[in-house]
């Protein structure tokens, strides 16, 4: 859970339907869906960006001038007030990273390639670079996902998690992705009390989001929001 004056964030859930355009639903529904969610957190949908999710390891910053959708990324990064940024998950990890001093906040898509190519180790580092963010003052959030035990993998991608990073995080035939990614946290200099995972296995803790290995067709996608406020309202993860 994460609280803030000045900075809001939140998970959709299942009870708030599909929210990606990419997965079969219907168009209109899913725009129908994105408002709904919009007037629930009280922000302006018209303002949310989000993203073309590649599993890269593609970083953008963005602002009021930037286009809504934001193509072939896996993680945008902000400090404009107003303007929420959204990653949409379905299994993989979506973080949220913030600095409450300078008040610059990231979200992240970080399935394995992501988690692979480092990717919210990257974002820090961008946010410290373009934004003189301190490691010291930056947090982390790590939503529902799956979880090792649910997350089996062929013999090749042991190998390769073996080879890169070790078999601490190698159980049977399933990888640890989420300590893969709070490890990669920790080395760059993350607090370890500035990190909060989730333990909610988004295929085997309940339905309560959308799973893509749990469901017989093409699963949904929920989200994580965040955004800068001016006013003084907050919501709660």
Same mark, same amino acid.
């Given at each position: 859970?994460?609280?803030?004056?000045?900075?809001? #964030?939140? !998970?959709?859930?299942?009870?708030?339907?599909?929210?990606?355009?990419? @997965?079969?639903?219907?168009?209109? +529904? @899913?725009?129908?869906?994105?408002?709904?969610?919009?007037?629930?957190?009280? *922000?302006?949908? +018209? +303002?949310?960006? =989000?993203?073309?999710?590649?599993?890269?390891? +593609?970083?953008?910053?963005?602002?009021?001038?930037?286009?809504? !959708?934001?193509?072939?990324?896996?993680?945008?990064?902000?400090?404009?007030?107003?303007?929420?940024?959204?990653?949409?998950?379905?299994?993989?990890?979506?973080?949220?990273? =913030?600095?409450?001093?300078?008040?610059?906040i990231a @979200?992240?898509?970080?399935?394995?390639? %992501?988690?692979?190519?480092?990717?919210?180790?990257?974002? &820090?580092?961008?946010?410290?670079?373009?934004?003189?963010?301190?490691?010291?003052?930056?947090?982390?959030?790590?939503?529902?996902?799956?979880?090792?035990?649910?997350?089996?993998?062929?013999?090749?991608? @042991?190998s390769i998690?073996?080879?890169?990073?070790?078999?601490? *995080? &190698?159980?049977?035939?399933?990888?640890?992705? %989420?300590?893969?990614?709070?490890?990669?946290?920790?080395?760059?200099?993350?607090?370890?009390?500035?990190?909060?995972?989730?333990? *909610?296995?988004?295929?085997?803790?309940?339905?309560? =989001? *959308?799973?893509?290995?749990?469901?017989? &067709?093409?699963? %949904?996608?929920? #989200?994580?929001?965040?955004?800068?406020?001016?006013?003084?309202?907050?919501? &709660?993860?």
């Amino acid at each position: 859970m994460i609280i803030d004056s000045d900075i809001s #964030a939140f !998970l959709s859930t299942k009870d708030d339907k599909n929210i990606a355009f990419h @997965v079969g639903n219907n168009k209109q +529904n @899913v725009i129908n869906n994105r408002r709904k969610l919009a007037l629930k957190y009280n *922000y302006d949908d +018209n +303002n949310l960006v =989000y993203m073309e999710q590649t599993h890269s390891c +593609n970083i953008k910053i963005v602002d009021e001038e930037s286009n809504k !959708l934001q193509n072939d990324c896996d993680a945008l990064i902000t400090n404009t007030k107003d303007l929420p940024i959204m990653v949409m998950v379905a299994d993989c990890m979506p973080i949220f990273i =913030y600095d409450q001093i300078k008040k610059v906040i990231a @979200v992240v898509h970080s399935g394995r390639n %992501g988690t692979f190519l480092n990717i919210a180790p990257k974002t &820090i580092q961008k946010m410290i670079e373009k934004f003189d963010c301190d490691i010291e003052n930056i947090k982390v959030y790590i939503g529902a996902s799956i979880c090792q035990d649910c997350y089996e993998v062929d013999e090749s991608l @042991v190998s390769i998690t073996i080879k890169n990073f070790g078999k601490l *995080y &190698i159980k049977n035939n399933c990888i640890d992705l %989420g300590q893969i990614c709070i490890d990669q946290l920790l080395k760059i200099g993350v607090d370890k009390s500035n990190i909060v995972k989730e333990n *909610y296995c988004t295929k085997c803790s309940g339905n309560k =989001y *959308y799973s893509y290995r749990k469901s017989d &067709i093409k699963a %949904g996608r929920f #989200a994580l929001i965040a955004l800068l406020r001016n006013s003084n309202n907050f919501n &709660i993860m």
